[in-house]
């Protein structure tokens, strides 16, 4: 387990540089029944173009706060890690009055338009569709995202040490965040490379978070991320798990 003083991005960069064709970040929807299945590579090139949009479209730097009004989706996975690569401070679920941009699913638009800054909106659909129309006083995450550059630098180096993560009331730098996921690992069923985590937790706690995102990166493992599992029975939910090789659950 990777316990120095990194960031998450950084251990992205890690995983990307040692297996890229493995898979990091497996979804489902079950209200829709939809399934999402992204390699290392993959995911990291989303990143990376989300990234450039938040420091290049948006003008985030260091310091500024990022409201993600989101659930526990792929996409938010995506931005959680395009936060850390460009040190902006990701406020899951957090005030949006308060924030520099605010990111924000189809279900919060409402609440995102106190965010005086940049608004963004995601549509939230199957394979990262956009919205039929764009909301009112925001930009389409899937209209944009698309033509960024498929590499991303930081203008300004990102330090492990300034705040990166804040969920419900708690705030956390980089390094600690990385800390934290690794120590949580052995709670988790997390045993290292390999290892193949399934949560149901939702993204506005830092067990959610830690489960459905830090935790598997921070080990070397992947995650099957479940949205709506509660529409599962045990039936459905243990062929879930074998035919996804899951070897530990968090929910």
């Not at 990234?51 to 996409?75: I, K, M, S, Y």
């Amino acid at each position: 387990m990777n316990v120095v003083a990194r960031t998450s991005a950084q251990l992205l960069q890690d995983a990307l540089a040692a297996d890229p064709g493995r898979p990091l970040v497996t979804f489902y929807d079950d209200a829709t029944g939809e399934r999402v299945e992204l390699s290392v590579a993959t995911f990291a090139n989303w990143v990376a173009k989300t990234a450039n949009l938040l420091q290049g479209e948006l003008n985030a730097e260091p310091g500024d706060r990022v409201t993600l009004l989101l659930p526990a989706h792929w996409q938010t996975a995506v931005w959680l890690l395009a936060c850390s690569s460009v040190g902006v401070v990701a406020d899951v679920h957090g005030d949006p009055a308060a924030a520099d941009v605010v990111v924000s699913g189809p279900d919060t638009l409402d609440a995102a338009r106190a965010c005086s800054g940049e608004r963004i909106a995601l549509a939230l659909r199957p394979l990262g569709g956009r919205f039929p129309q764009t909301p009112e006083g925001f930009v389409d995450y899937a209209v944009e995202v698309p033509s960024q550059g498929d590499r991303f630098a930081p203008f300004v180096p990102v330090s492990p040490d300034e705040p990166a993560l804040a969920v419900a009331g708690a705030e956390w730098t980089g390094a600690e965040v990385v800390a934290r996921a690794s120590a949580d690992a052995a709670g988790l069923g997390l045993t290292g490379p390999g290892s193949r985590l399934l949560s149901g937790l939702p993204y506005d706690t830092w067990e959610g978070l830690s489960a459905g995102l830090f935790s598997p990166l921070a080990t070397g493992g992947s995650v099957v991320l479940c949205r709506h599992l509660d529409r599962l029975d045990d039936d459905a939910l243990a062929k879930r798990v074998e035919s996804e090789r899951v070897t530990a659950v968090a929910r």
